[in-house]
């Protein structure tokens, strides 16, 4: 049922990568969640992937007949939130210098 | 060093909080919203006894009662990574560090995202931001607006919309794709919608609840009227999708088409509905994306919204230290978010003590107050909560000191 035209719709809003570039890739490489977004930059955006990281997961499921499983493939990685240098190394060190 | 850090302000971190100072804990809260309530500060319904669910009001009770037992609660503190060391744990926010010795994840949950071609145009939010902007910031995001997806939040959050003076010009469901799933399917939607409780906080959902004990989501769809039916005066459009949402700049409507119980589409019914701004409602999971950065093991179960990190009922994960309540452990109403807090606070206040022996009956009692909760709620998120919750519990293998103990001592 899935209509052409909706190939161009966006799934990462951050790294502006769309259903048609996701799909594709999955058949050209028949490859994971992962694979995918180290090939697109799907989910490793600005907002580290909170928006897109469920639908990403999803569709290459069901491109690949898989079952959803208990762990996820696109794993979470700190910083979760985005974070200022200053705030990463500790603003006292930022005044020493 | 408090002896208990809480990330989370919502119903379940306040509820614990509360719990664990009485029992004589230290004990700090920290949220990234400027204020404290979570996603209460959003909620306002009319139960089925007439009276109202205000959460502003409930989360002010909540944050008073810590205050006076000395709780300390800080906003705008952005929880991005966590470590564990040897006497606890180390929580680092963007205003710097924070260390304790236990750790309760009290984050709730995020909204799931159902792209809709047209979805990035400004003007464009989730529902919860509606809702969000309406409710808390006291902004109306606009005179009228569109729907699309059907579940008991969204139906909800029309409501509180309305309330705000917006025309909710109708609720209608996406198009059937690869990522739209069960919510773009008028027969799944129906029957998800006739599985809740008699219970359900609004007048229609309790009627399709009645009539789901006696027709089949089969039969019942195909009834269902092409113009829908009226839910406070709002129309709820089963048979109906949205196609995209159009706009050259912003968004300005939605191109719908209607469509059979079966998802089929009948395109000469294509037409542009005018709307102010739209709203896309995917449901809710819970966001534990800190629990997967400590490394808890986690558990996929459809009924609680996704993937859960592993714990019992004692609220423990299978990590020492690290507890889990509220929405983060499965998607269910404000109300058992703080039985569920309740639970997690005396846990913990039994841990640091080390006697558990001496807290069992009030943890027992707390984690049957849950059960019970749960039995009542009016917002069943997802059909067969309780049940899975069972199974789950039965299963866990979080394999916990005062379960042990309690074992031997039967022995
Ligand atoms: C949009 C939306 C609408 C809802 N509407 C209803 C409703 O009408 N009725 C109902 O019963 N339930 C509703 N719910 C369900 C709601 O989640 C529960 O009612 C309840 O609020 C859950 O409580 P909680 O304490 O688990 O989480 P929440 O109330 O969500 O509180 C969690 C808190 O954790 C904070 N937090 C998360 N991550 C971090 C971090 N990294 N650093 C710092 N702070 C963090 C958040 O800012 C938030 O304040 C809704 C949920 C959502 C998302
Ligand atoms: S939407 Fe994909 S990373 Fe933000």
Same mark, same amino acid.
């Given at each position: 049922?899935?209509?052409?035209?909706?190939?161009?719709?966006?799934?990462?809003?951050?790294?502006?990568?769309?259903?048609?570039?996701?799909?594709?890739?999955?058949?050209?490489?028949?490859?994971?969640?992962?694979?995918?977004?180290?090939?697109?930059?799907?989910?490793?955006?600005?907002?580290?992937?909170? #928006?897109?990281?469920?639908?990403?997961?999803?569709?290459?499921?069901?491109?690949?007949?898989?079952?959803?499983?208990?762990?996820?493939?696109?794993?979470?990685?700190?910083?979760?939130?985005?974070?200022?240098? !200053?705030? &990463?190394?500790?603003?006292?060190?930022?005044?020493?210098? | 060093?408090?002896?208990?850090?809480?990330?989370?302000?919502?119903?379940?971190?306040?509820?614990?909080?509360?719990?664990?100072?009485?029992?004589?804990?230290?004990?700090?809260?920290?949220?990234?919203?400027?204020?404290?309530?979570?996603?209460?500060?959003?909620?306002?319904?009319?139960?089925?006894?007439?009276?109202?669910?205000?959460? #502003?009001?409930?989360?002010?009770?909540?944050?008073?009662?810590?205050?006076?037992?000395?709780?300390?609660?800080?906003?705008?503190?952005?929880?991005?990574?966590?470590?564990?060391?040897?006497?606890?744990?180390?929580?680092?926010?963007?205003?710097?560090?924070?260390?304790?010795?236990?750790?309760?994840?009290?984050?709730?949950?995020?909204?799931?995202?159902?792209?809709?071609?047209?979805?990035?145009?400004?003007?464009?939010?989730?529902? !919860?931001?509606?809702?969000?902007?309406?409710?808390?910031?006291?902004?109306?995001?606009?005179?009228?607006?569109?729907?699309?997806?059907?579940?008991?939040?969204?139906?909800?959050?029309?409501?509180?919309?309305?309330?705000?003076?917006?025309?909710?010009?109708?609720?209608?469901?996406?198009?059937?794709?690869?990522?739209?799933?069960?919510?773009?399917?008028?027969?799944?939607?129906?029957?998800?919608?006739?599985?809740?409780?008699?219970?359900?906080?609004?007048?229609?959902?309790?009627?399709?609840?009645?009539?789901?004990?006696?027709?089949?989501?089969?039969?019942?769809?195909?009834?269902?009227?092409?113009?829908?039916?009226?839910?406070?005066?709002?129309?709820?459009?089963?048979?109906?999708?949205?196609?995209?949402?159009?706009?050259?700049?912003?968004?300005?409507?939605?191109?719908?088409?209607?469509?059979?119980?079966?998802?089929?589409?009948?395109?000469?019914?294509?037409?542009?509905?005018?709307?102010?701004?739209?709203?896309?409602?995917?449901?809710?999971?819970? &966001?534990?994306?800190?629990?997967?950065?400590?490394?808890?093991?986690?558990?996929?179960?459809?009924?609680?919204?996704?993937?859960?990190?592993?714990?019992?009922?004692?609220?423990?994960?299978?990590?020492?230290?690290?507890?889990?309540?509220?929405?983060?452990?499965?998607?269910?109403?404000?109300?058992?978010?703080?039985?569920?807090?309740?639970?997690?606070?005396?846990? #913990?206040?039994?841990? #640091?003590?080390?006697?558990?022996?001496?807290?069992?009956?009030?943890?027992?009692?707390?984690?049957?107050?849950?059960?019970?909760?749960?039995?009542?709620?009016?917002?069943?998120?997802?059909?067969?909560?309780?049940?899975?919750?069972?199974?789950?519990?039965?299963?866990?293998?979080?394999?916990?000191?005062?379960?042990?103990?309690?074992?031997?001592?039967?022995?």
């Amino acid at each position: 049922m899935v209509v052409k035209s909706d190939d161009n719709k966006i799934i990462c809003r951050c790294e502006e990568v769309s259903l048609g570039t996701i799909k594709d890739i999955v058949h050209h490489f028949h490859c994971s969640s992962r694979e995918v977004k180290l090939r697109t930059r799907a989910g490793m955006g600005y907002c580290g992937g909170r #928006i897109c990281r469920t639908i990403i997961e999803k569709v290459v499921q069901d491109i690949n007949n898989e079952k959803v499983s208990n762990e996820s493939q696109l794993s979470y990685r700190p910083p979760i939130r985005p974070v200022t240098f !200053g705030q &990463l190394g500790g603003s006292e060190n930022d005044d020493e210098s | 060093m408090s002896d208990l850090l809480i990330i989370g302000a919502g119903p379940a971190g306040l509820s614990a909080a509360i719990a664990a100072a009485e029992e004589g804990l230290s004990v700090t809260v920290i949220d990234e919203f400027p204020k404290a309530g979570g996603r209460l500060l959003g909620q306002l319904h009319q139960e089925p006894n007439g009276e109202w669910w205000n959460g #502003i009001q409930k989360g002010e009770q909540l944050s008073q009662r810590a205050h006076q037992l000395g709780v300390t609660i800080q906003c705008e503190v952005s929880v991005y990574d966590i470590s564990q060391s040897k006497n606890g744990w180390e929580v680092y926010t963007t205003r710097g560090e924070y260390k304790a010795e236990k750790l309760l994840l009290a984050t709730g949950a995020t909204e799931s995202p159902i792209p809709v071609k047209g979805w990035t145009l400004p003007g464009v939010m989730t529902i !919860g931001a509606a809702q969000i902007m309406g409710n808390v910031h006291r902004v109306k995001p606009g005179n009228s607006c569109i729907i699309i997806g059907a579940n008991v939040l969204s139906m909800a959050i029309a409501n509180e919309l309305k309330l705000c003076g917006v025309n909710v010009k109708e609720i209608i469901i996406p198009k059937a794709d690869i990522t739209s799933n069960e919510a773009g399917n008028p027969e799944q939607v129906l029957s998800s919608l006739m599985r809740l409780t008699h219970l359900a906080p609004t007048p229609i959902l309790r009627q399709l609840g009645k009539i789901g004990k006696m027709v089949h989501p089969k039969i019942a769809i195909r009834l269902f009227p092409k113009k829908g039916i009226r839910m406070f005066d709002i129309p709820l459009r089963l048979k109906t999708a949205a196609l995209e949402i159009v706009g050259d700049r912003f968004a300005t409507g939605v191109r719908t088409v209607n469509i059979k119980a079966n998802g089929e589409i009948d395109h000469t019914s294509e037409k542009v509905v005018d709307a102010d701004f739209v709203c896309i409602a995917g449901g809710l999971t819970p &966001l534990s994306e800190l629990a997967s950065i400590i490394g808890c093991s986690f558990k996929y179960i459809p009924e609680l919204g996704g993937h859960v990190p592993v714990h019992n009922e004692q609220m423990q994960t299978n990590i020492p230290g690290l507890y889990v309540a509220g929405n983060i452990t499965g998607i269910e109403s404000a109300k058992v978010a703080m039985a569920q807090g309740r639970v997690a606070g005396l846990a #913990i206040a039994a841990d #640091i003590t080390n006697d558990w022996e001496q807290m069992e009956t009030s943890i027992n009692k707390a984690i049957e107050n849950v059960n019970i909760t749960r039995d009542k709620a009016l917002i069943q998120f997802h059909p067969g909560i309780s049940d899975a919750r069972k199974k789950f519990y039965q299963k866990s293998e979080v394999n916990l000191t005062q379960i042990s103990k309690i074992k031997k001592r039967e022995a």
